[in-house]
T-cell receptor
């Protein structure tokens, strides 16, 4: 079963605009990560936020986490054509040694229109 | 430093045929993973290996076997392929039990498998 679900499933915006996508999850987590996947490629890690953090920045990326609502958002500011990709959230809900697994959401397909 | 490599990139099988997908990483990571990605389903974990010599089932292990050959290599075998196994397969690795406390995963480029 999927732990995370992204919303919206697809998003198209003009270059230069900001893009916001959301992730909801079901069980308590220790960390939440966001990954990007360009078409036909593997996933690339973008940013990680711990359960005791509420906001984190990395370049043009801003991630927020609301553990009470079991949700996270990824904001990409000043979007570029190169940001066109699918974005996935992933949760790491079990931290026992030997049981390290991530559960991925279904993804948001972001298209930046030049 | 190649990261995570996978072979082959593409494969077409007939129902009932067998094949092995190869994965290798050169980052000295302890943990390795196999996922499948289907449209609208995100990534689903097939099997993983927390360390050399250990393997565990993920969410969708039926129809697959794995081997952690050594620390670098983790292979996925389809003994009798079925059309339902048509998918894109990704291998990943992480240093979860090493210096990093977090399970940041590094992915290979994927294998696109079609079973007719």
């Amino acid at each position: 079963s999927q732990q995370g679900e992204e919303d919206p499933q697809a998003l198209s915006i003009q270059e230069g605009e900001n893009a916001t996508m959301n992730c909801s999850y079901k069980t308590s987590i220790n960390n939440l990560q966001w990954y990007r996947q360009n078409s036909g490629r593997g996933l690339v890690h973008l940013i990680l936020i711990r359960s005791n953090e509420r906001e984190k920045h990395s370049g043009r990326l801003r991630v927020t986490l609301d553990t009470s609502k079991k949700s996270s958002s990824l904001l990409i500011t000043a979007s570029r054509a190169a940001d066109t990709a699918s974005y996935f959230c992933a949760t790491d809900s079990q931290r026992n040694f030997g049981n390290e697994k991530l559960t991925f959401g279904t993804g948001t397909r972001l298209t930046i229109i030049p | 430093n190649a990261g995570v490599t996978q072979t082959p990139k593409f494969q077409v099988l007939k129902t009932g045929q067998s094949m092995t997908l190869q994965c290798a990483q050169d980052m000295n990571h302890n943990s390795m993973y196999w996922y499948r990605q289907d449209p609208g389903m995100g990534l689903r974990l097939i099997y993983y290996s927390a360390s050399e010599g250990t393997t565990d089932k993920g969410e969708v292990p039926n129809g697959y076997n794995v081997s952690r050959l050594n620390k670098r290599e983790f292979s996925l075998r389809l003994e009798s392929a079925a059309p339902s196994q048509t998918s894109v397969y990704f291998c990943a690795s992480s240093d979860f039990s090493g210096a990093s406390s977090y399970n940041e995963q590094f992915f290979g480029p994927g294998t696109r498998l079609t079973v007719l």
